[in-house]
């Protein structure tokens, strides 16, 4: 069967990746290079087993800030378009214990899968991605906030997660670059199974191996429409041409809900702006963390790639706009330096920003939807943990395309 992948971030990479090895023909389609999206800068750790849902009951209390203040890390900025407040609404129906438990049960049955197929992936193409397997520390600056998180660690644990509680001592022991923040923690959860890599090398890894078995890559190609015939897509139609297939698979993202709509379909899809700076790190021992770090007061993560640190966060609901602001790269640069002071000079940041697809209750939509043409799948809506389940939702697309399930 040839399939076309429309989208060359990651989630579509592997797609195109797991369709290889069942044997499909393949074709992937981007405006861009591969990773050039949201992929690119990301935060670069690798969640399988903390996956705690962004609708919190929690977002209740949070809202006044969320809405009014202009150093939240959280930031929702009502503006004239339909779709934020119908995703914004559904968002706020989500923000519910059971949800959040139902939600954490299935990201976590999802991003297992994807560690597999992740280490799968590794087996087959060996990428060079600066990939490491050090744990993280979640830390928490407060009684109460550490408390709420002995909670999300329970439900995890009955779910399969190995995680603990760890004391400020214990975070030290087990990263000696925090030393210096001490008492600024009051604890932390350790997950000694977390990893990282570098998503923009694991892209272009995965574009070498792909092309060098076959896989044909349109790069700078737009995506206009689609050719329908008698309830079925015929053809993508490009800037360069039309694209005839058997089945396509949409993972553009957070341009899913615009283009799907063309298609019958509505996608809950909105962007959950995020940033990041990545810094060369000083090779002094302990001067830099090796292990996953994630400051939930500040909403901030750092992950150690290769010689270089990647600080990532913030997540705001404004739209498409895709500028920097000066402020949002300075609450990283003042994290760093807050947690880890002899890190970094900090000299070049190397400043992202990227447009995370989510959807309201933070699970990905994978497969086929009802009104769209049955030879269409999606593979969108990860939010911010694209890197995470973007190979076991490519999963799931390959066994939706097998000869047993398709009915193409």
Not at 314 to 335: K, Y
Not at 366 to 385: K, V
Request: charged share 15%.
């Amino acid at each position: 069967m040839h399939v076309c992948v429309l989208g060359a971030g990651i989630v579509g990479l592997a797609t195109a990746w797991q369709l290889e090895r069942q044997g499909h023909q393949v074709t992937v389609i981007d405006r861009a290079t591969p990773g050039a999206g949201a992929s690119g800068g990301n935060g670069a750790q690798l969640s399988y087993s903390y996956v705690q849902p962004l609708a919190d009951p929690s977002i209740w209390k949070q809202l006044p800030k969320l809405l009014l203040s202009p150093t939240s890390p959280l930031k929702l900025r009502p503006q004239l378009d339909p779709l934020q407040w119908r995703w914004g609404l559904a968002f706020l129906g989500a923000c519910n214990a059971q949800t959040s438990r139902d939600t954490t049960a299935r990201l976590l049955a999802l991003a297992a899968s994807s560690r597999t197929e992740f280490e799968a992936m590794q087996a087959d193409i060996a990428p060079d991605c600066d990939f490491s397997a050090t744990g993280k520390l979640v830390l928490y600056s407060s009684a109460a906030s550490l408390e709420g998180a002995r909670a999300q660690v329970e439900l995890q644990r009955t779910m399969g997660s190995e995680q603990r509680i760890v004391t400020p001592d214990e975070c030290i022991a087990i990263e000696p670059a925090l030393a210096g923040y001490r008492g600024q923690m009051a604890g932390a959860v350790h997950t000694p199974s977390e990893c990282a890599a570098d998503c923009l090398k694991v892209c272009a890894e995965l574009m070498r191996a792909l092309s060098a078995r076959g896989v044909r890559f349109m790069l700078g190609t737009d995506v206009h429409g689609f050719a329908r015939s008698e309830g079925r897509i015929a053809a993508v139609q490009t800037s360069d041409g039309d694209v005839q297939a058997d089945a396509f698979v949409m993972a553009l993202g957070s341009a899913s809900h615009k283009l799907g709509r063309t298609l019958g379909a509505y996608l809950p899809v909105y962007p959950l702006k995020g940033y990041s700076i990545t810094v060369e790190v000083d090779p002094t021992p302990d001067a830099a963390p090796r292990v996953n770090v994630t400051d939930s007061a500040r909403k901030v993560v750092f992950a150690r790639i290769g010689s270089r640190l990647r600080v990532a966060g913030m997540a705001e609901l404004v739209g498409h706009d895709a500028s920097i602001p000066a402020t949002r790269i300075e609450t990283l640069a003042a994290a760093t330096r807050a947690l880890f002071p002899h890190a970094s000079r900090l000299e070049e940041l190397h400043p992202w920003t990227g447009m995370r697809p989510a959807t309201p209750k933070g699970l990905p939509i994978i497969g086929r939807l009802p009104g769209a043409p049955s030879n269409m799948l999606f593979n969108t809506g990860h939010g911010a943990l694209g890197f995470t389940l973007a190979f076991g939702s490519a999963r799931q697309i390959a066994l939706a395309l097998a000869p047993s399930a398709s009915t193409s």
